[in-house]
């Protein structure tokens, strides 16, 4: 059997935990740049908030029903979402649990007795709770595509469920695919939802009952038929494994006021290939293909105004996570894609065709500069890492802007910054 544990309205649950008198009150928390709404709690729910809606649209809902707004806290999502999953390998160690991302996680439950599970369930739901302070679901079931059913019923009832279900019998199974439509199943996107409508496939329990031939020729092949298995309680073990390195990472940002000067494009364009940069470094990646782009700001008065975006990549001799690798290629792009007369709002890079940092072939003809550099990338990251606010950068990412993003509304840092930690009086 397997469980996965997922973090209630995570990011709204992370600001509640140091903000207690906001419990049961409607709280919701902004994407990058306060532009959109990204997590809601259930009572912003019910007043109708709309999930992934722009802020600007649903601000006068909000200041009809008072919801506490937020802007991204991702130092102290992070930090939280750390002790949660290390409270799941406490409880069952390292090798049984799987993150699956930053709010939800996997735990194989094999050799419980099944009588059992849905007493571990319910510990498992309130020692996270005691231990870390956020409220989580559990859902458990023999495949995975079933837990995460399990888990999404659970929280549909919370006060009959307790945010716990166990689907041990195969008349529980049966009963819980019927109560869910397609369109809610893990891994049937919005596109396939539709076509299954079409299909006159309405629930997961009518799409169990298809054959593994008619998921080939219409759910994408392999992925289909995983998908039809584990719906039956066959599990897949490559189905959707843990969240491994990433084939692409971008680092995009909207720029806190118009921007018309392309030294300034530079600069952001070098800032945000700094930060992706790091992110390669964490997953011990490497790219080969540097993308950047940037977005035109249309304006009544602005006649050169020809589309939004526009962009640019370059393939690197060799692969490279060295930020200095990086941002000169970057860099050199902006004079290719800036138009004079333009104003910008928005910018952004993507790093491409990762591959492990560890299958670079070094030059023979050239001296050993691989150690050297990772060296520094790692003085680089270990100092911005524990000082934080970039305290070391290249030059190319400028002193007189800060380019990051706008978080108007951000609560403290309560567990990652010494001069903002939580005050007990």
């Given at each position: 059997?397997?469980?996965?544990?997922?973090?209630?309205?995570?990011?709204?649950?992370?600001?509640?935990?140091?903000?207690p008198?906001?419990?049961?009150?409607?709280?919701?928390?902004?994407?990058?740049?306060?532009?959109?709404?990204?997590?809601?709690?259930?009572?912003a729910?019910?007043?109708?908030?709309?999930?992934?809606?722009?802020?600007?649209?649903?601000?006068?809902?909000?200041?009809?029903?008072?919801?506490?707004?937020?802007?991204?806290?991702?130092?102290?999502?992070g930090?939280?979402?750390?002790?949660?999953?290390?409270?799941?390998?406490?409880?069952?160690?390292?090798?049984?649990?799987?993150?699956?991302?930053?709010?939800?996680?996997?735990?194989?439950?094999?050799?419980?007795?099944?009588?059992?599970?849905?007493?571990?369930?319910?510990?498992?739901?309130?020692?996270?709770?005691?231990?870390?302070?956020?409220?989580?679901?559990?859902?458990?079931?023999?495949?995975k595509?079933?837990?995460?059913?399990?888990?999404?019923?659970?929280?549909?009832?919370?006060?009959?469920?307790?945010?716990?279900?166990?689907?041990?019998t195969?008349?529980?199974?049966?009963?819980?695919?019927?109560?869910?439509?397609?369109?809610?199943?893990?891994?049937?996107?919005?596109?396939?939802?539709?076509?299954l409508?079409?299909?006159?496939?309405?629930?997961?329990?009518?799409?169990?009952?298809?054959?593994?031939?008619?998921?080939?020729?219409?759910?994408?092949?392999?992925?289909?038929?995983?998908?039809?298995k584990?719906?039956?309680?066959?599990?897949?073990k490559?189905?959707?494994?843990?969240?491994?390195?990433?084939?692409?990472?971008?680092?995009?940002?909207?720029?806190?006021?118009?921007?018309?000067?392309?030294?300034?494009?530079?600069?952001?364009i070098?800032?945000?290939?700094s930060?992706?940069?790091?992110?390669?470094?964490?997953?011990n990646?490497?790219?080969?293909?540097?993308?950047?782009?940037?977005?035109?700001?249309?304006?009544?008065?602005n006649?050169n105004?020809?589309?939004?975006?526009?962009?640019?990549?370059?393939?690197?001799?060799?692969?490279?996570?060295?930020?200095?690798?990086?941002?000169?290629?970057?860099v050199?792009?902006?004079?290719?894609?800036?138009?004079?007369?333009?104003?910008?709002?928005?910018?952004?890079?993507?790093?491409?065709?990762?591959?492990?940092?560890?299958?670079?072939?070094?030059?023979l003809?050239?001296?050993?500069?691989?150690?050297?550099?990772?060296?520094?990338?790692e003085?680089m990251?270990?100092?911005?890492?524990?000082?934080?606010?970039?305290?070391?950068?290249?030059?190319?990412?400028?002193?007189?802007?800060?380019?990051?993003?706008?978080?108007e509304?951000?609560?403290?840092?309560?567990?990652?910054?010494?001069?903002?930690?939580?005050?007990?009086?």
């Open positions: 059997m397997i469980a996965i544990i997922d973090c209630n309205n995570f990011y709204c649950s992370c600001e509640r935990l140091f903000l008198h906001l419990d049961k009150h409607p709280v919701v928390v902004l994407s990058n740049n306060d532009g959109c709404i990204i997590s809601r709690s259930d009572e729910k019910l007043f109708g908030v709309e999930m992934a809606g722009p802020y600007f649209k649903a601000k006068p809902l909000i200041q009809q029903h008072n919801v506490a707004v937020f802007s991204s806290n991702y130092g102290l999502y930090d939280l979402s750390w002790r949660v999953m290390e409270t799941l390998r406490i409880m069952f160690g390292k090798k049984k649990v799987e993150v699956y991302s930053v709010d939800e996680a996997f735990v194989e439950l094999d050799g419980y007795k099944p009588e059992y599970l849905p007493q571990l369930a319910m510990e498992i739901r309130q020692k996270v709770e005691l231990w870390t302070g956020i409220k989580v679901s559990v859902g458990v079931a023999p495949t595509v079933l837990a995460k059913l399990a888990n999404n019923l659970s929280k549909k009832n919370k006060e009959k469920t307790k945010c716990v279900l166990v689907l041990d195969q008349q529980k199974i049966d009963a819980a695919l019927r109560h869910t439509k397609v369109g809610d199943i893990w891994g049937v996107g919005r596109q396939y939802a539709k076509k409508n079409e299909w006159a496939i309405f629930d997961a329990y009518q799409l169990s009952r298809m054959s593994e031939s008619f998921a080939k020729v219409k759910l994408g092949g392999v992925v289909g038929v995983r998908l039809v584990e719906l039956r309680g066959e599990p897949a490559d189905m959707e494994d843990d969240l491994v390195n990433k084939k692409m990472i971008a680092t995009t940002r909207m720029f806190g006021s118009p921007v018309t000067n392309i030294n300034d494009i530079k600069e952001a070098a800032t945000y290939t930060r992706a940069a790091e992110k390669l470094r964490r997953q990646g490497a790219a080969k293909t540097i993308s950047i782009f940037v977005v035109k700001k249309a304006e009544d008065h006649v105004f020809h589309g939004a975006a526009v962009s640019a990549y370059t393939t690197l001799p060799v692969a490279t996570s060295f930020t200095h690798e990086l941002i000169k290629p970057a050199e792009m902006v004079d290719k894609l800036f138009e004079a007369g333009n104003i910008y709002k928005k910018a952004g890079v993507m790093l491409s065709n990762i591959v492990p940092d560890e299958s670079i072939q070094g030059n003809f050239k001296s050993d500069t691989k150690n050297s550099g990772r060296k520094l990338m003085m990251d270990n100092i911005n890492f524990s000082q934080r606010d970039d305290v070391l950068k290249f030059a190319t990412s400028g002193t007189s802007r800060d380019w990051k993003m706008r978080q509304l951000r609560s403290k840092r309560y567990t990652t910054r010494w001069d903002e930690l939580f005050e007990v009086s």
